[in-house]
């Protein structure tokens, strides 16, 4: 063997273990912080104890809990919601959306009431009220749409068939 071919060797050897040792001189920049961590934690918290709060309505609604039990299961979620938004004020951030910030003498308990409020899932005043007319073209436009679609398969041959047939174009089985 040549000393080149020895030396190209021993260089490429020298690369690939630099290569392959790089990762564990350098630091991990990519450490997620602490704070990080916390913040994160205490968003889903809250989230879950928003979710909780509308469940427990909704059950109530539904009369899935009794009418004693309501008030202190709902008094310990306000509870705990109103701690976990104690804590992300320490933390001196405001993670809710904008129609929510603290307001000038309101409780915590309170502004946990504003955000259920806004993130009910009923939306019975967000519903636009619909005119006859509006609900005839819609109706008008879905039949429509759905004039050329397939109706299913023939019950005697089996080829399919479309909604404005009234006999298999296969067979000639009446369809109606």
Same mark, same amino acid.
């Given at each position: 063997?040549?000393?080149?071919?020895?030396?190209?060797? %021993?260089?490429?050897? =020298?690369?690939v273990?630099?290569?392959?040792?790089?990762?564990?001189? *350098?630091?991990?920049?990519?450490r997620?912080?602490?704070?990080?961590?916390? %913040?994160?934690? %205490?968003?889903?918290?809250?989230?879950?104890?928003?979710?909780? %709060?509308?469940?427990?309505?909704?059950?109530?609604?539904? !009369?899935?809990?009794?009418?004693?039990?309501?008030?202190? *299961?709902?008094?310990?979620?306000? *509870?705990?919601?109103?701690?976990?938004l104690? $804590?992300?004020?320490?933390?001196?951030?405001?993670?809710?959306?904008?129609?929510?910030?603290?307001?000038?003498?309101?409780?915590?308990?309170?502004?946990?009431?504003?955000?259920?409020? @806004?993130?009910?899932?009923?939306?019975?005043?967000? $519903?636009? $009220?619909?005119?006859?007319?509006?609900?005839?073209?819609? =109706?008008?436009?879905?039949?429509? !749409?759905?004039?050329? &679609?397939?109706?299913?398969f023939?019950?005697t041959?089996? &080829?399919?068939?479309? @909604?404005?047939?009234?006999?298999?174009?296969?067979?000639?089985?009446?369809?109606?």
């Open positions: 063997m040549d000393i080149s071919a020895i030396f190209f060797t %021993l260089a490429v050897l =020298i690369l273990g630099m290569y392959l040792y790089a990762p564990f001189m *350098q630091k991990r920049v990519r997620v912080a602490e704070e990080d961590h916390d %913040l994160s934690a %205490l968003m889903a918290e809250r989230d879950r104890a928003l979710s909780s %709060l509308q469940e427990l309505d909704f059950d109530f609604k539904l !009369g899935k809990i009794p009418e004693e039990d309501y008030p202190t *299961q709902r008094a310990n979620l306000l *509870q705990k919601g109103a701690d976990i104690r $804590k992300l004020d320490e933390m001196a951030l405001d993670l809710t959306p904008s129609p929510s910030p603290l307001r000038r003498g309101e409780s915590e308990e309170t502004r946990i009431e504003r955000v259920v409020a @806004t993130r009910r899932a009923d939306g019975s005043n967000a $519903k636009p $009220k619909l005119t006859d007319d509006d609900i005839e073209s819609m =109706i008008a436009s879905r039949r429509k !749409g759905r004039k050329g &679609k397939s109706a299913g023939c019950p041959c089996g &080829k399919p068939v479309m @909604t404005t047939d009234r006999f298999c174009a296969s067979c000639g089985k009446a369809l109606n």
